[in-house]
T-cell receptor, first 113, second 113 residues
């Protein structure tokens, strides 16, 4: 089954404790992206990757890191989480962008205390 | 700066009634336009998209949207709403060779029996 998976689905952590949210897709997509969703703000793009070793900032990259060492995986790293990073996070992937449909993962709900 | 505006935060319609959800964007050129739906606790699913050509586009689940360049709008419509359409709807634009995406803040649709 074609899908985007994220782990963990739920995470409660404390300020400053490094964490990684994994994202994996089995559709051989070149493009992958991370978003955060906050009430009243919709989804905001954090980082995106056009292919292996090619990443770029979205609208709200501060406090986040990403890497794209393999085509299928695009982890989101919070080196020193803060409470304002409490949010619902979505990973998405698609084929090359022209005409592409993004497929979204199920989301990761992160709470930083 | 690019922006996407969905002026209606909540909309309630009766089952069987028609629906129109508004979306306006701000961008120097014609972007790629999308409508996504998010059911409670789920990720996002693409309803339809516009790239070029016919300004009236058909999507899944009986939805359609019309691109109006003069109004910078891309409103979503459905002639007869079903109870299962209750969800949150997001308008989005793709810019910068479609690597960057901007989402509106969403419109929550309630459907009355």
């Amino acid at each position: 089954e074609a899908q985007v998976t994220q782990n963990p689905r739920y995470l409660i952590t404390v300020t400053g404790k490094k964490l990684t949210v994994t994202c994996s897709q089995n559709m051989n997509h070149e493009y992958m992206s991370w978003y955060r969703q906050d009430p009243g703000l919709g989804l905001r793009q954090i980082y995106y990757s056009m292919n292996v070793e090619v990443t770029d900032k979205g609208d709200v990259p501060e406090g986040y890191k990403v890497s794209r060492k393999e085509k299928r995986n695009f982890p989101l790293i919070l080196e020193s989480p803060s409470p304002n990073q409490t949010s619902l996070y979505f990973c998405a992937s698609s084929f090359q962008l022209a005409g592409a449909t993004q497929y979204f993962g199920p989301g990761t709900r992160l709470t930083v205390l | 700066a690019q922006s996407v505006t969905q002026p209606d935060i909540h909309i309630t319609v009766s089952e069987g009634a028609s629906l129109e959800l508004r979306c306006n964007y701000s961008y120097g050129a014609t972007p790629y336009l999308f409508w996504y739906v998010q059911s409670p606790g789920q990720g996002l699913q693409l309803l339809l998209k516009y790239f070029s050509g016919d300004t009236l586009v058909q999507g899944i689940k009986g939805f359609e949207a019309e691109f109006k360049r003069s109004q910078s709008s891309f409103n979503l419509r459905k002639p007869s709403v079903h109870w299962s359409d209750a969800a949150e709807y997001f308008c989005a634009v793709g810019v910068k060779n479609f690597n960057k995406f901007y989402f509106g803040s969403g419109t929550k649709l309630n459907v009355k029996p």
